[in-house]
C-alpha cells in the first residue's frame, strides 16, 4: 500500500496502472494516456507516475517525431577540414543516429557521451540565440576512444535550414530533458515487469 487510507467495501483501493501500487482514489485519481503498455484510452495513475506519463508523452509526441523526420546538415568528421552533406534522423527503433550521404553512418544512442549545440547570436541570457549546429562526440564499437562529429546547418534553401533549426532545437530540449528520459527508461523498466501481473486489474 502506498497510502495511508484504510480500505474496505465502501473504500475501494485502486492500481496504478504504471507502476502497479496501491492506492486510495484520492492518490490514484488522474487518468493519464499509457501508450507504452497498449491501454487506449487514459487510465488511473498516482501522481507520480501521471507526471512522468505526461513528459513522457510530451518527450515523443513532439521531440522524437522531429529527430525521426530528421534533417540536412554538412557534416565534419574529427579533424578532418572536408564537410559532406548529410541527412541525419533518428532510426525507428530510436536506438540508432543514421546519416547518409556519399557515406553512411549509424551511431548508437548509448555510445553518445556529449553533445553541444552550436549558436550563433547573442548570449543565451538574451534570448535571440539561433541553433546553427552542433558538435557529437561518442565511442566507435571496439575502441575506448572518443570520436567527433560537427554538424553545421545548410545555408542555401530557407527549408531546409528551418528543419536543421527545428532538429537542432529538438536535440537541445532531449539533452537537456535527459534527467526526465533516464526516469522515464527506468520506470519503462518496470512496466514490463508488472504489465502481466495486473491486466486482470484493468476495470478496478
Known sequence: MQCDTKFDFITRKHHCRRCGKCFCDKCCS???????????????QCAECALI??????????????????????VTLGTSD??????CRLSNNQRYLVLDGDSHYEIEIVQIS??????EGFTPGGGNTRAIGMILQYKVPGSEELTQMKFTASEDFSSNKKLSASWL????KVSKGSKIYRRI??????????????SFLLFF
Open 169 to 172: 532545437a529538438a536535440m537541445h
Open 30 to 44: 488522474k487518468k493519464v494516456p499509457l501508450p507504452r503498455m497498449c491501454f487506449v484510452d487514459p487510465v488511473r
Open 82 to 87: 572536408k564537410s559532406e552533406l548529410m541527412v
Open 114 to 119: 556529449t553533445v553541444q549545440i552550436l549558436t
Open 53 to 74: 506519463s505526461q513528459k513522457e508523452t510530451e518527450f515523443y509526441d513532439k521531440q522524437l517525431k522531429v529527430l525521426m523526420n530528421g534533417a540536412t546538415f554538412f
Open 185 to 198: 527508461k527506468k520506470v519503462v523498466a518496470v512496466e514490463h515487469a508488472v504489465l502481466g501481473a495486473f
